[in-house]
């Protein structure tokens, strides 16, 4: 049986895949935080709780099986916010940057030869407003492990999802729904055919994909939109408090 390991898997994109690869038969290793309930039990499901910004990430690595063929880096989170100074050890470049590239460095020390697969964000390359520590979290995950693609011989896969219907802008404190957005299950589906081909770099949406090389004045109109909505909540509501 093939084993694969998940994380941040309690919600969204991570609890997406893990349904996915139970269903093609796969031992998965998943990981979600104390707070969060568990949301999916099988035979074939082993689940650990762990908050990787306060827990012992050595001690976890330490128990994942030799054998393991995929290693999907899914945890982080997202934070919708005023524009605000970037921060010397922020718990958000911790999560979303540290962790993954440590996991990936302790993985490759274990002689793993796998697939290593990093979940990036389309706001690597096309940030939005509210986005800005975020985006710069993303953009610094996706060009280190591009970068390392050129030199490692592990694998490595990225994978940009657009808007996905999933708990991640709620989470983040967005208060308005993006358009367009994706059915995660459907996105989880074409993860993991693109997995499977080791593509270098995915983008989930082809819409989006097009447009952004071929009509580019055509996502204006969506950046449009979210500077008034930023400006809405941010700069008009605090004016009003």
Do not use: C
């Not at 997406?16 to 949301?39: D, E, F, H, I, M």
């Not at 302790?106 to 796998?114: A, I, P, R």
């Not at 996905?164 to 996105?187: G, I, R, Y």
């Amino acid at each position: 049986m093939k084993k694969v390991v998940i994380t941040g898997a309690g919600s969204g994109m991570g609890l997406a895949l893990v349904k996915r690869y139970l269903n093609q038969g796969y031992q998965v290793y998943a990981t979600k935080l104390v707070s969060q309930k568990t949301p999916v039990t099988s035979k074939a499901l082993t689940w650990q709780d762990i908050d990787f910004l306060t827990g012992d990430l050595n001690s976890w690595m330490n128990q994942i099986p030799d054998d393991i063929e995929l290693f999907i880096a899914n945890a982080g989170k997202g934070s919708y916010e005023v524009n605000t100074p970037v921060l010397k050890d922020d718990d958000l470049y911790r999560l979303n940057v540290v962790t993954p590239s440590t996991m990936f460095h302790y993985l490759k020390e274990k002689g793993f030869k796998g697939i290593f697969v990093v979940m990036g964000s389309i706001m690597a390359v096309w940030p939005l407003p509210g986005y800005a520590r975020y985006s710069q979290t993303k953009a610094a995950l996706v060009n280190y492990f591009k970068s390392l693609q050129m030199t490692e011989t592990i694998p490595i896969v990225i994978l940009l999802p657009v808007a996905v219907k999933t708990e991640f802008f709620n989470q983040s404190n967005q208060p308005h729904a993006p358009w367009l957005a994706q059915d995660a299950n459907k996105v989880a589906l074409k993860m993991m055919k693109v997995i499977a081909k080791k593509k270098k770099v995915w983008i989930s949406s082809k819409l989006f994909s097009i447009s952004y090389r071929m009509a580019p004045w055509a996502l204006k109109f969506y950046l449009k939109r979210e500077q008034k909505l930023y400006h809405k909540k941010f700069i008009e509501g605090a004016s009003h408090d």
